[in-house]
């Protein structure tokens, strides 16, 4: 699989201060690979990587597909019982640790054999010496890696994902956007790799396009400027707040963002104003970058649809190359252009299955007209050019007095408003009533909050109108910095 034609002598991945080539990366792949062999691992085992973005993460992904075993991605600073739960569920033969992880995880490991990776060296604690390994090589279905995800269905899943689903995504990216990258370009690689951003864009498609992959471990403000402006980092996967903290940074400006080109956003809606502000900050050194947002689903590998040209308001793109989408109804019925319903989403992407359940699998997919689709859980609508709007989950979807009422459309709304950054609309009930009730992040004067209904009251019918605001310091945080509404909805959405 990592026959990546590139020009050996190129650089493919920087840590920190560390460097290595395509060519080293193809020894060290397959000098992991002996090892990993030496030590029992063979065709469909299971192998836990519990690390950071750190050059073994990538080796290690890499060195696993060569044999034909799994790599269960696993977020390094899951708590100890979190760990333990995924050990019992996937029963790894082989677990890899950091230091970040090593004093919590050591004990938790059940009967797998541990591969200790520091943080600061790279090195390999506990891997066998190996001369040589059995290359496998399979059909494209076999499982490459189990991701953590909240499935479409909210609930947690273990998602199993294919090689052909794995490298179908770089196909459908390279026919998408052109031949345009090269060993010139750099990315930043800052999305966790137990991610399926970070993991099969961030890194692999990266690396598939000879582009050199920044690693960074996790994303700080400070540390991300320094990293852009002296590695001349050209593109970047980020989500919104991503952005936002890196445009109000002191040190955006200059020559430290001249490098930058594209910035391809996910994860979370990201606001008109922030595309606009970031983009004229670019134009303000003389550069043309373009934050290009898109859309997807770990059920989908990743992005499975991408702006491609001028910002739509409201828009996450059109679908890749190589994906097709549906927008349907209740029943399954395919709605005319603009109506709201639910995604359907069908190619090459599409994952295998959830891990160990397969009731939940079946639930996942459609069939219609011979086509297999997977269902997102997610409303949107579609216009004529194919470009889709992200509505939010379908889950969230609030009535009142029988009206359907979109979140994202208060929410949009709401952040015209330069006092409203993040904002978060839910429903709560008072006896069998729904109201709508607006969270918004930071602190808020009186007539700030009536700015808001005023402002919502003149762009909205009168149902989309929140009963009440309220001011939160800091919204919770998913692993991957979206906003947490679940948990939101779990503290503020509660019946009074």
């Known amino acids: 699989m990592h026959d990546f034609h590139a020009k050996q002598d190129s650089v493919a991945v920087i840590s920190g201060n560390s460097k290595m080539t395509f060519r080293k990366l193809f020894d060290e792949i397959d000098r992991v690979a002996a090892g990993l062999y030496a030590m029992g691992v063979r065709r469909g085992s299971v192998v836990m990587l519990a690390l950071p973005n750190i050059l073994q993460n990538v080796v290690a992904v890499y060195a696993l597909s060569r044999i034909g075993a799994v790599a269960a991605m696993i977020h390094p600073l899951f708590s100890a019982d979190q760990f333990a739960q995924a050990v019992e569920k996937l029963k790894p033969e082989v677990v890899f640790l950091s230091d970040v992880n090593l004093k919590s995880f050591w004990s938790r490991c059940g009967g797998a054999k541990r591969v200790i990776c520091p943080f600061l060296a790279y090195a390999y604690i506990g891997l066998k010496r190996g001369r040589q390994f059995e290359l496998y090589e399979g059909d494209g279905e076999e499982d490459m890696f189990y991701m953590q995800s909240g499935g479409t269905s909210g609930s947690p899943k273990t998602i199993a994902l294919s090689s052909r689903a794995v490298n179908a995504i770089v196909a459908n990216l390279c026919a998408t956007l052109g031949d345009r990258f090269s060993e010139h370009n750099r990315m930043l690689c800052v999305m966790p790799m137990f991610h399926g951003f970070g993991l099969c864009v961030g890194v692999h498609a990266s690396l598939s396009f000879n582009m050199t992959a920044v690693l960074m471990a996790r994303f700080d403000a400070d540390k991300a400027m320094k990293v852009i402006a002296k590695r001349r980092v050209t593109n970047m996967i980020a989500v919104p707040r991503m952005v936002s903290k890196l445009l109000a940074h002191k040190d955006f400006k200059g020559d430290n963002i001249s490098s930058i080109q594209e910035v391809y956003v996910g994860g979370d809606s990201i606001s008109d104003r922030l595309v606009s502000d970031f983009e004229q900050r670019i134009r303000d050194v003389g550069g043309n970058a373009r934050i290009l947002p898109g859309y997807g689903l770990t059920e989908t590998v990743t992005v499975c649809a991408l702006t491609r040209g001028e ?167 998913t692993q991957i910095g979206k906003v947490d509404a679940k948990a939101l909805m779990a503290q503020y959405g509660t019946n009074e």
Not at 316 to 338: S, T
Not at 390 to 405: A, E, P, Q, T
Not at 442 to 469: F, M, Y
């Open 311 to 477: 910002f739509r308001q409201g828009s996450v793109g059109a679908m890749l190359d190589g994906m097709e989408a549906r927008v349907v109804d209740d029943d399954l019925n395919v709605l005319p252009v603009g109506e709201r319903g639910e995604l359907l989403i069908a190619g090459d992407q599409l994952m295998t299955g959830y891990f160990g359940d397969e009731e939940a699998t079946k639930a996942a997919f459609v069939e219609i007209g011979g086509k297999r689709y997977v269902r997102s859980g997610d409303l949107v609508s579609m216009d004529e050019e194919g470009r889709i709007y992200f509505l939010g989950r379908k889950k969230r979807l609030i009535k009142i007095s029988g009206m359907n009422v979109f979140p994202s459309d208060i929410e949009s709304v709401a952040q015209q408003l330069d006092y409203v950054k993040e904002c978060v609309a839910l429903e709560y009930k008072v006896g069998d009533k729904s109201f709508i009730r607006l969270l918004v992040e930071g602190e808020l004067t009186d007539a700030q909050k009536k700015g808001i209904i005023s402002h919502i009251a003149k762009h909205l019918s009168h149902w989309n109108i929140p009963s009440d605001i309220v001011c939160v310091e800091r919204f919770p945080r």
